[in-house]
């Protein structure tokens, strides 16, 4: 991927095992599709990166992106925990 543009990058993560796609996620600013289907495949890797995208930002921008990925979060109860993970009271509400 490292010939790769960052957003044609983006797009090729949910055909990565869930490894691949932890590892390359926080580099890359994949648009909300790409998440959504991301989150099938690698549901901890999605959902660490909204947690750190949570931690990043102030109340209103913490609103905003709970609003903007509000489906997301019905996927994570099948997240394996892992290290850097979100914890449950990390999740945006």
Known sequence: MARTAPVDA????????????????????????????????????????LAADYRARD?????????RHRLLPLLWPNATPTPGCCSSNERPR
């Open 10 to 49: 983006a797009h090729l993560l949910p055909a990565c095992s869930p490894g691949v796609a932890a590892e390359w996620l926080p580099r890359l600013d994949p648009r909300i599709g790409v998440l959504h289907t991301l989150a099938r495949t690698a549901p901890a890797a999605v959902a660490a990166r």
């Open 59 to 67: 109340d209103q921008g913490r609103r905003r992106l709970a609003h």
